[in-house]
């Protein structure tokens, strides 16, 4: 039986400047895909690249004075930084000054050509260079260019144009009919709006007189290749010569582009493929923008996010979790295909929330249950519910809402953590053996479903289970025996670097010192603080905060109402020595009463207890 087959492609990304947040949410989401369709059983083929021809290109290399390639040479590298960085991991990554790309473009336009589908004309009108297009009288928006809003020249030459005008009617109806199907579905209303509005032909070349970066027609050598032409053709080209020696790599199964190039791959490719009677893509997926709190990104108003930068700064934290955080927080944060809003803080509050609290303290709490009751090892197995779990994760990731995908395993997590919960493993029920069976099968899906999205945090899970690797997501609903490994945190909160002291925050808190109120040894004096172990604890019901704990004073027990639960799971903390104010007066904390308080450090949002050296004895004072 044949494999099916999952051909997926990112834009070439233009050279002009370095790659930013937006080229890394497109190449992620396409990343993801290609993990999901690889783990679902099928071949694939992931294709991503640079864009290297053209004026803006020129202009960069000649202000920072070396050559065009010299330039695109330097700019590669970045992208390729960058996708090593997050974990990119395509099948192959085209250039299109690659020689062999250049010919299958000659190809294209000498087909064409010859069929009588380009011709020489007279252009008289605007010129937008930045965006590297012509506009008439009537596309401008108050005498600039209506796409990047900047102004426009006047120009009058000579070029050549594709006769698209005669395939729009053919287009028109295939995607009114969804044989190419553009996702989201409300984005299909503005490709047939475009068309509505008159489509021109397309002018394909640009004289060598004014731009020689480029490739040359292969039936007019005074002549190079339009940017938009030469780029387009780089998703077939890419088949012939990329793909291992494989040939029926086209059509491709999904595009993923940037909302802002729809018209250029709905209209200007299709009808390209179709003037040469060439199989269409399936589909052409189209994402949104993201904006920073709110404002869309600009270099000029320099709130730009680099994706690099990011991630290094929160390296302290750990590279792995940085970077897979990265990698959630863009594909869980907003719809895919909607504009969303990008801001640490919403970064920090979704890592803390899903990562931390959610999936790293449930991966903790069953791991640690495993070793302490059975020894770490058990059969593992799920129950049938667990497979809609599965299906449903299925049907989003297909029809890329990627979104409601990582939703879907939160919910999941959460059901097992509640799970834990009512069943309670840590107090020894009878069938307690069963509860952590299924609790670890769940976590092993949990990591075949997280690993499209954080495919580095997904092995390290499976890896803990006593796993070699992440199981197909068909080999996840089957049974197979954990043995629990030793792999650390799974996910810390998050800390970046800017939490380290800084001159300023030293200046602030020493004149705050300075300012407080001085107190004397006999206020010391008055804290009566003991040594204690803590013999059980609990978490408080409806509260993220609050454990209950039952702690050995030596001479007496007492039961304490601490804030610790977002650093500590309950059963982590039995056994363990710690330092309580046994003088204070009594206090009810959620109709519980606290008959004391125990001492704890915190920094960067991070708990710590005081904890003393382990053969202190039980109620000795601390002075």
């Not at 991503?48 to 330039?71: F, L, M, R, S, Y």
């Not at 190039?261 to 490719?269: A, F, G, R």
């Not at 299906?391 to 834990?420: C, D, G, H, L, P």
């Not at 959620?590 to 920094?603: D, P, V, W, Y």
Request: aromatic share 10%.
């Amino acid at each position: 039986m044949n494999k099916k087959r999952f051909y997926v492609s990112t834009p070439i990304y233009y050279v002009n400047d370095k790659p930013h947040i937006g080229h890394a949410y497109t190449t992620i989401a396409a990343d993801a895909i290609n993990r999901y369709y690889s783990k679902s059983g099928a071949d694939t083929f992931f294709l991503t690249g640079v864009d290297e021809h053209g004026q803006k290109v020129a202009k960069a290399a000649e202000k920072a004075g070396i050559t065009p390639k010299e330039h695109c040479d330097k700019m590669v590298l970045r992208f390729k930084e960058l996708w090593t960085k997050l974990n990119v991991e395509s099948s192959a990554f085209i250039r299109t000054t690659d020689e062999e790309h250049k010919k299958i473009v000659q190809e294209f336009l000498s087909k064409m050509y010859e069929k009588g589908l380009i011709e020489k004309r007279e252009f008289e009108g605007w010129y937008c260079t930045p965006c590297e297009r012509y506009w008439t009288e009537k596309d401008l928006v108050e005498k600039c260019c209506p796409d990047c809003k900047r102004p426009v020249e006047r120009f009058r030459e000579p070029d050549y144009y594709f006769l698209m005008t005669r395939f729009t009617e053919r287009l028109r109806k295939i995607i009114e009919s969804g044989e190419v199907e553009i996702v989201p579905n409300f984005r299909k209303n503005e490709v047939l709006g475009f068309i509505d509005s008159g489509v021109d032909d397309l002018c394909i070349s640009r004289p060598k007189q004014r731009l020689s970066w480029g490739i040359t027609l292969p039936f007019d050598s005074d002549f190079v290749t339009y940017v938009w032409f030469d780029a387009l053709i780089n998703y077939y080209s890419a088949t012939r010569y990329l793909a291992g020696g494989r040939t029926d790599w086209w059509p491709a199964d999904a595009h993923f582009i940037g909302k802002d190039i729809l018209t250029t791959h709905s209209v200007y490719w299709l009808t390209m493929l179709m003037a040469l009677d060439m199989p269409l893509p399936k589909k052409i997926v189209a994402h949104g923008w993201w904006k920073c709190e709110g404002e869309k990104m600009s270099k000029s108003t320099g709130n730009v996010v680099d994706p690099i930068a990011l991630i290094e700064k929160y390296c302290e934290s750990d590279s792995r979790q940085a970077v897979d955080a990265f990698r959630y927080f863009l594909m869980s944060e907003v719809p895919f295909g909607l504009d969303g809003s990008f801001s640490p803080e919403a970064f920090e509050r979704r890592w803390t929330s899903d990562l931390s609290n959610d999936l790293g303290n449930l991966y903790s709490r069953i791991s640690a249950l495993i070793c302490k009751i059975l020894n770490k090892r058990v059969n593992a197995k799920l129950q049938e519910d667990d497979a809609l779990v599965l299906e449903k994760y299925k049907v989003y990731m297909e029809s890329f809402q990627f979104s409601r995908a990582t939703e879907t395993i939160m919910a999941f997590i959460r059901s097992i953590n509640q799970f834990i919960q009512e069943k309670a493993p840590w107090s020894m029920p009878q069938d307690v053996d069963a509860i952590l069976s299924r609790a670890s099968a769940e976590l092993r899906l949990v990591s075949s479903m997280l690993y499209p999205f954080m495919p580095e945090t997904a092995l390290l899970m499976a890896k803990g289970l006593g796993l070699s690797e992440v199981a197909s997501l068909d080999s996840a609903l089957k049974p197979f025996e954990v043995e629990i490994q030793e792999i650390g945190h799974l996910f810390a909160r998050p800390l970046s670097k800017e939490s380290q002291i800084s001159v300023g925050t030293l200046k602030e808190t020493k004149e705050k010192a300075e300012a407080e109120t001085k107190i004397t040894i006999d206020d010391v004096l008055k804290l009566g603080l003991k040594i204690a172990k803590i013999e059980s604890a609990e978490r408080v019901a409806k509260t993220k905060k609050l454990l209950k704990l039952v702690v050995d004073l030596g001479s007496e027990k007492r039961q304490l109402i601490a804030g610790i639960a977002e650093g500590y799971e309950p059963e982590s903390l039995v056994g363990k020595k710690i330092v309580v104010v046994t003088n204070l007066e009594h206090a009810k904390i959620r109709g519980i009463e606290s008959q004391g308080m125990l001492l704890a450090a915190s920094s960067a949002g991070k708990i710590s207890l005081v904890i003393p050296d382990d053969e202190i004895e039980l109620g000795a004072e601390v002075r």
